[in-house]
């Protein structure tokens, strides 16, 4: 199942499309620990030798918080029956009403998680840790509202950077992706607008609202981003995975981004759930030829999706806005 670390399944015969599910999704299911009634949109990264992640869990009264996990093959999860505890890290202020949606990268010596944290509404969250035991809770990044804080895995032009979707206390019917730099992890500033939905008549899928998904992966060819656009249907909201690439040294500046969606609610995982008709990436672990992405699927469970990086880089090419 492990090929150079990462998870991988080939494409199935008389598959044509640019990325595919694992058959055996979801790979984790909503009633994983005692407490959960459900996991998804969570976080995994390399760590020792195998993965290490965080993960969302909502439990049976359905406060949302975040929780520690560690696999060997990254398809086979033990997380933690307790939440994550935090400490001080930055700040003696690490208030904190809820936790949720986190990404994971390691920037220099430690491992930075972001999350949806609730302090007057959403914003986002940041803390660190070395070892996945303790964790250390720094200022919030924005001002409420806010969600989808995305840390770039590297400083550009010596600063920390990180995407966003500002937003509002509801259920945003709108939202764009957003850059910001900081030169500590504790000052934010020079935000940017990267990305704006898209007119419904271009590319209907993403013409709602759209938020920053996994990690952003370097390539030779820039920034490879996989993100979540939206549609309001009647039926609500649809979520489904596109994919861009950024300019490496002006990273607010787009290359490529794909009008067609990479993968959108198709399976009964994906449809069926607390919030149907829902695909939302949350990290991605790569190697030098292949990616595997993992998201949220209709807010109750966790599944993957397979690529080749030079595959999907040429779909957003040859597919562009």
Request: with cysteine.
């Amino acid at each position: 199942m492990m090929t150079n670390r990462i998870p991988w399944e080939e494409r199935p015969d008389g598959c044509k499309d640019v990325m595919w599910r694992y058959s055996e999704n979801p790979i984790i299911g909503r009633y994983h620990i005692p407490t959960s009634n459900s996991i998804f949109n969570s976080a995994v990264v390399p760590f020792g030798d195998g993965f290490a992640g965080v993960f969302r869990c909502d439990n049976k009264a359905v406060q949302m918080n975040i929780f520690a996990g560690f696999s060997k093959d990254g398809i086979n999860w033990d997380i933690n029956h307790e939440p994550i505890q935090m400490q001080a890290g930055n700040t003696q202020m690490i208030d904190s009403d809820y936790k949720y949606d986190p990404r994971v990268t390691f920037i220099d010596d430690r491992y930075w998680i972001t999350w949806c944290n609730g302090y007057h509404g959403p914003t986002i969250g940041i803390a660190y840790t070395f070892d996945f035991k303790e964790f250390f809770q720094c200022e919030n990044a924005f001002l409420p509202f806010n969600r989808n804080g995305v840390l770039f895995p590297e400083k550009i032009n010596g600063k920390y950077c990180m995407l966003s979707r500002p937003s509002d206390n509801g259920h945003t019917p709108f939202g764009d992706i957003y850059l910001s730099y900081s030169p500590d992890m504790k000052y934010w500033g020079e935000h940017r607008c990267v990305m704006k939905v898209t007119p419904f008549e271009d590319s209907a899928w993403q013409c709602t609202k759209i938020g920053a998904g996994a990690v952003p992966i370097k390539t030779k060819d820039g920034w490879l981003i996989f993100y979540h656009g939206v549609i309001n249907t009647c039926n609500g909201f649809r979520y489904s995975m596109g994919a861009a690439l950024l300019d490496l040294e002006q990273p607010d500046k787009v290359l490529y981004r794909s009008q067609p969606y990479l993968l959108a609610p198709a399976e009964i995982y994906e449809l069926a759930g607390d919030v149907p008709n829902v695909v939302f990436p949350c990290a991605a672990l790569n190697d030098d030829e292949k990616v595997v992405v993992y998201y949220g699927a209709a807010d109750t469970v966790v599944g993957v999706a397979f690529g080749y990086i030079d595959e999907i880089i040429q779909f957003i090419k040859d597919n562009s806005l």
